[in-house]
């Protein structure tokens, strides 16, 4: 069923994809907190903005995580970004786990060098390889679905996000997933979904810190089955990526290989 989850979760983000853009929809229930940050020009939430902002900043740390829950288990795919524009180097961390097994890779860029170290179930080996750092990009492009365009997406208050104060915008629309159709979720199973929640925390500078999709649902089997999609930027401006504890290995199979 997880495969099927997947599928759900990316129809999802075409059908919806963002809930940031236009102007705020004004109504009896938005409560913008008194002293709080005055709310932000949503026009100005795209991809272009937070390529600039992140630029400006010189560092930050994306994260981008998928989860799914079905029959009482979690599956859940982390994957992080640590960049530092002004000295060149990032270095990337992807993690799969769940109730059958456990993925890791991490890969440090600098100096012009892509140095890979891979874990399954315990085993690791390592890649050396010449690369230009991209992870820039693609921690960028891991938000891209964030910034299109949900008018119904309310500025509901603010809060603290990472030390900063942020606005925070909601969307919900059952109705809308209710249309999918019977079995969408998993093969033969049909699910009333109970949930669907879109969670976005915007700063003063117009970066979305936050953006979280979540999805819950209930089978006729009365199983509960959900899932989870976020993206994460912080420590803006402050992110340092030193090198890993395991390059020296890493260079080390290398010369060895090399030999």
Not at 77 to 99: C, H, K, W
Not at 121 to 138: C, H, I, K, L, M
Not at 220 to 243: F, H, I, L, N
């Amino acid at each position: 069923m997880t495969t099927r989850l997947l599928t759900v979760l990316v129809l999802s983000l075409v059908a919806f994809a963002g809930c940031v853009g236009g102007e705020p929809a004004a109504d009896d229930g938005t409560d913008v907190a008194d002293g709080g940050a005055a709310p932000v020009d949503r026009s100005d939430l795209s991809v272009e903005a937070t390529d600039r902002l992140l630029r400006d900043a010189g560092s930050f740390t994306a994260t981008w995580s998928y989860s799914t829950t079905e029959a009482g288990e979690t599956t859940t795919i982390t994957n992080a970004y640590q960049v530092d524009l002004q000295a060149n180097r990032s270095i990337e961390t992807f993690t799969m786990s769940g109730p059958d097994a456990r993925t890791d890779f991490e890969t440090f860029v600098a100096d012009g060098s892509a140095y890979t170290r891979y874990e399954t179930d315990g085993e690791a080996f390592y890649q050396v390889r010449p690369q230009d750092d991209t992870s820039f990009q693609s921690a960028v492009d891991r938000g891209t679905l964030s910034y299109e365009s949900v008018d119904d997406a309310r500025l509901v208050g603010t809060e603290t996000f990472d030390g900063v104060t942020v606005d925070r915008y909601e969307y919900s629309d059952l109705s809308t997933w209710r249309q999918i159709g019977a079995g969408a979720f998993g093969s033969g199973e049909n699910v009333t979904v109970t949930d669907f929640t879109v969670v976005i925390l915007v700063d003063a500078d117009g970066l979305a810190r936050q953006t979280e999709w979540t999805l819950t649902g209930e089978t006729d089997d009365g199983e509960t089955v959900s899932v989870e999609w976020r993206y994460e930027v912080t420590d803006v401006g402050s992110t340092a990526v030193p090198d890993p504890d395991w390059l020296d290995e890493a260079r080390a199979q290398q010369t060895d290989t090399a030999a």
